[in-house]
């Protein structure tokens, strides 16, 4: 039986092809400035947006977004304060998202259950989850070429970026809301509790290959693809959730090509050694 002859299936197949494509544009220039446990951060800080969101009657999916990029722009303003403690920042934000997020979900308030945004569930998405995230992928995608120069100066060396006058301040507070919609974005399929491994796992693993920036970028996106595709597809099967095998199918992905790279090296040694 073809698994995507079913309706939710067909919706959580569209949001994975925007994940794969959304995650590694952001997650590349996070690594580069060694920002990806700020991903993990605002990761967990979209399930109190989640929270709020439901409370409220609202779209769980926006109220992630809006929290999560006020966070964002929050990790950025603290960041002039505690200037060479980026940890206590990551910690400050942390401690705000987590305790909304608790304090909410034990009030017993709630109309709905939480649970499906921490694990990830292809049975949740709707197809107005399916305009929002093709509306937050395209403006992220866009945004991203636009300051595509901007953002790459900024992601090899900020100061210098300041010097030659490139608004890096602004670029960052843009670039807090483009994580928070690739965040949002993600959320329905991949969960909270695994999301930040989206975001920084096909990077990983396409840095092993030695190219350039935008070879790299291509390369993330292809990994990005295989991880969600295979996760979904093999979860569904095996009636797991799809976010945490999405996960565990990425590490996979990045011991393989590391295990390529020694591989090809050992290679290259005996045939240098022979000759």
Not at 154 to 174: C, K
Request: glycine share 6%; hydrophobic share 60%; net charge positive.
């Amino acid at each position: 039986m073809n698994m995507f002859q079913f309706a939710f299936m067909q919706n959580a197949l569209f949001v994975s092809i925007c994940i794969s494509v959304l995650c590694p544009c952001i997650g590349i220039f996070l690594v580069l400035r060694r920002y990806s446990m700020i991903g993990d951060t605002l990761s967990h800080a979209s399930l109190a947006g989640v929270t709020l969101g439901l409370l409220s009657g609202q779209s769980p999916l926006l109220g992630a977004f809006i929290f999560t990029a006020i966070s964002g722009a929050l990790i950025e303003w603290l960041r002039s304060y505690f200037k060479k403690f980026t940890d206590l920042i990551l910690s400050i934000v942390l401690a705000l998202s987590v305790g909304t997020a608790i304090t909410i979900i034990s009030s017993g308030k709630l109309n709905a259950n939480a649970d499906s945004f921490m694990f990830g569930s292809i049975l949740t998405v709707s197809h107005s989850d399916m305009i929002l995230v093709l509306i937050l992928s395209l403006l992220s995608v866009l945004t991203l070429i636009l300051l595509y120069n901007q953002l790459l100066y900024i992601a090899y060396d900020e100061e210098a970026a300041r010097v030659a006058g490139v608004r890096v301040r602004l670029i960052n507070y843009i670039f807090s809301i483009l994580v928070a919609a690739a965040i949002s974005v993600s959320i329905r399929v991949v969960g909270v509790l695994v999301l930040s491994s989206m975001i920084a796992l096909p990077v990983a693993t396409a840095l092993q290959l030695g190219k350039g920036f935008r070879p790299t970028l291509l390369f993330s996106i292809l990994f990005s693809f295989i991880d969600i595709m295979l996760g979904l597809v093999l979860s569904y099967y095996l009636n797991v959730a799809p976010g945490g095998f999405s996960a565990l199918v990425s590490v996979a992905v990045l011991l393989l090509v590391i295990a390529g790279k020694r591989l090809g090296m050992a290679l290259r040694s005996r045939r240098s050694a022979a000759a």
